[in-house]
């Protein structure tokens, strides 16, 4: 079954740019049955999905975060990752990688990152 | 303010059925959107437990149910043990958002 892991920094500090990796294991991801996702956890609250792209490139986001959510793919290394620019204390939350079935009708997240903690703070 | 509606907590005693319920618009749900449920445990991520209104995937017990009627949906679970409780989310597609959407998550305490 797929595997995914998050990595990068816990700290990042207000005004900067965010940076996450999920590599994709167990599975490739060019896997055409696929979309690739991230979604956020503020501490405390529920689920917020960020935006998820198809190993072609193409990508979709959230409207609340188009202009500063950026999502690559990287097929040669089997890896998807997530840019966030001008990031806020609001942007402090666990950042769920995940991969998406269904992505063009009836989109749904079949497995899950562990999660990573970014903190925005100076 | 989550666009999907679900109530903050539900409790139930062990061997009990509960249910959790999740309110849409027409937009999302009562536009034909399926919906789908996860469970949180304590301190792990989501794990989907029902896809496409009322399917489970593999190793998900069959105590876990779901249903979808107009705008709305609902998780059931039956024979409540202490080891479900957990968050529970529903999500769907919204065509107004041009995207996924959560519901605000519910808490399920075994008492």
């Known amino acids: 079954q797929v595997q995914l892991q998050e990595s990068g920094p816990g700290l990042v500090k207000p005004s900067q740019t965010l940076s996450l990796t999920c590599s994709v294991s167990?599975?490739?991801?060019?896997?055409?049955?696929?979309?690739w996702s991230w979604i956020r956890q503020h501490p405390g609250k529920g689920l917020e999905w960020i935006g998820y792209i198809y190993y072609s490139g193409t990508a979709y986001y959230n409207v609340s975060l188009r202009s500063r959510a950026v999502i690559l793919v990287d097929t040669s290394t089997n890896h998807f990752s997530l840019k966030l620019t001008s990031v806020t204390a609001a942007d402090t939350a666990v950042y769920y990688c995940?991969?998406?079935?269904?992505?063009?009708?009836?989109?749904?997240?079949?497995?899950w990152g562990q999660g990573t903690l970014v903190t925005v703070s100076s | 303010q989550s666009v999907l509606t679900q109530p903050p907590s539900v409790s139930g005693a062990p061997g009990q059925r509960v249910t959790i319920s999740c309110t849409g618009s027409s937009s999302n749900i009562g536009a034909g959107y399926n919906v789908h449920w996860y469970q949180q445990l304590p301190g792990t991520a989501p794990k989907l437990l029902i896809y496409?209104?009322?399917n489970r995937p593999s190793g998900v017990p069959d105590r876990f149910s779901g249903s979808k009627s107009g705008t709305s949906a609902s998780l059931a679970i039956t024979g409540l043990q202490a080891e479900d409780e957990a968050d529970y989310y529903c999500q769907s597609y919204d065509s107004s958002l041009r995207g996924s959407i959560f519901g605000g998550g519910t808490k399920l305490t075994a008492l």
């Open positions: 167990g599975g490739s991801i060019t896997n055409g049955d696929y979309y």
């Open positions: 995940a991969s998406v079935l269904d992505a063009y009708r009836n989109p749904y997240f079949d497995y």
């Open positions: 496409g209104n009322n």
